[in-house]
């Protein structure tokens, strides 16, 4: 009977040796992302807060998304109203006429801070494409890192931007992203999320900003220079006055 169980074991053992480590499905790490950032809180609340002296407020109406920057200057108020359809600038209350080049500078702007102050929310939009790049670990903590690109079509002005994230492997959530660009000379930025803080449901984190401290460098490889050093600390991206209220 033994003799005719070893076989059997070293066959079980052979299969062992041979499996394939399965790889995670990259829309499910950023499903599960979204879900444990906030989910449907994002659509069902208005969100407001203060970056660098401007105030921004987001939230849905009719199916849109409405995007809104408010910038205070001595007795003047300046509002950006950005939705789904186009961009108005409104100084106290008076509707402004733009050139087009500033329509779009003034749109991206606004649309950048709140694009970040939601991550990884906007990760589901339609232009956004996904890749999974395998593991890495960063301060002893591994991760699931993600490519992210985008069409042209629907992908804004930096469509041609490359953006990298690092989803622990435990919680989910995105604690590191990196991207370059390509306006104003060009380069890449590390940032590594701190202060997590929930409200309404809803996460909220800041980040250390950094930029590699040699030009052309690889993107890909930025996780492991942040690690060995090789980024500088370029600025502090930090929300204040945070407040969430249900549409």
Known sequence: MKLRLIPILMLLIVSCKNEVK???DVQTIIDSAIVKSGGEYFKNHKVSFFFRNRKYSSYYRNGQKILERYTFLDSNM????KSNTDFKRFINDSLVSLPDSLVTRYANSVNSVHYFS??????????VNKEYLGEETIKEVPYYKVKVTFDQAGGGDDFDDTYLYWFNKETMLPDYLAYDFHVNGGGQR????????????????DYNNYKPKQK???????GHLFEEGGLDLLSKIELEKIEVQKN
């Not at 590390?190 to 984190?205: L, P, Q, S, T, W």
């Open 22 to 24: 399965k790889v995670p």
């Open 118 to 127: 939601k991550l990884p929310f906007g990760l589901n939009d339609k232009a």
């Open 190 to 205: 590390f940032r590594e999320a701190y202060n997590e803080r929930y409200i309404e449901g809803i996460r909220f984190v």
């Open 78 to 81: 300046i509002a950006d109203k």
């Open 216 to 222: 052309g460098s690889n993107l890909m490889d930025i």
